[in-house]
T-cell receptor
Framework: GIQVEQSPPDLILQEGANSTLRCNFS?????LQWFHQNPWGQLINLFY?????KQNGRLSATTVATERYSLLYISSSQTTDSGVYFC????WGTGRRALTFGSGTRLQVQP | DTEVTQTPKHLVMGMTNKKSLKCEQH?????MYWYKQKAKKPPELMFV???????INESVPSRFSPECPNSSLLNLHLHALQPEDSALYLC???????????FGPGTRLTVL
């Protein structure tokens, strides 16, 4: 079946630190998106990134489709970065045009 | 308008009740989604509508009934739910079915 694995499952940072979150997937991707879910449940789309590198402020993401992984970089972390980060993928060849979410990385940024 | 709205924010219902969740977007998106999320778990897809037609039903029990009255609206009709159906129900939309998805704030449902 579709495999989407995220690491680490939990991460605690001091404010100002940098971090890298990883998403591994089991097949070629049509579609890969990174989301941040805040403590109130709101999911925010951070990146639509089936391949290549994108940057948005302190966040950047890289997907290496040929090696089946994606990385989300958070620099100079702030307490508002706390929450759960999900990677979601649509895998090529499944015929299923829908996202499957990884189990997430729970990030806590301490002041 | 660049947001997805959902009503109500919270809903408590008994197992014999009938209720509906509502989702609306005015971004001209042609794909809309219902997800269910249990505590400390990722969202799980329930239904996808594309161009107002049901595209995916993830073998969801018939006590959940989706409806897409027009391209901006998505409803989820609930009846005879079980306590284990208590969860956060999330609506999302995207330009096309494999485009960037935008989520609403969700409805927290409690079934007593």
């Amino acid at each position: 079946g579709i495999q989407v694995e995220q690491s680490p499952p939990d991460l605690i940072l001091q404010e100002g630190a940098n971090s890298t979150l990883r998403c591994n997937f089991s097949d070629s991707v049509n579609n890969l998106q990174w989301f941040h879910q805040n403590p109130w449940g709101q999911l925010i789309n951070l990146f639509y990134i089936p391949s290549g590198t994108k940057q948005n402020g302190r966040l950047s993401a890289t997907t290496v489709a040929t090696e089946r992984y994606s990385l989300l970089y958070i620099s100079s972390s702030q307490t508002t970065d706390s929450g759960v980060y999900f990677c979601a993928v649509e895998l090529w060849g499944t015929g299923r045009r829908a996202l499957t979410f990884g189990s997430g990385t729970r990030l806590q940024v301490q002041p | 308008d660049t947001e997805v709205t959902q009503t109500p924010k919270h809903l408590v219902m008994g197992m014999t009740n009938k209720k509906s969740l509502k989702c609306e977007q005015h971004m001209g998106h042609r794909a809309m989604y219902w997800y269910k999320q249990k505590a400390k778990k990722p969202p799980e897809l329930m239904f996808v509508y594309s161009y107002e037609k049901l595209s995916i039903n993830e073998s969801v029990p018939s006590r959940f009934s989706p409806e897409c009255p027009n391209s901006s609206l998505l409803n989820l009709h609930l009846h005879a739910l079980q306590p284990e159906d208590s969860a956060l129900y999330l609506c999302a939309s995207s330009q096309e079915q494999d485009s960037k998805q935008f989520f609403g704030p969700g409805t927290r449902l409690t079934v007593l």
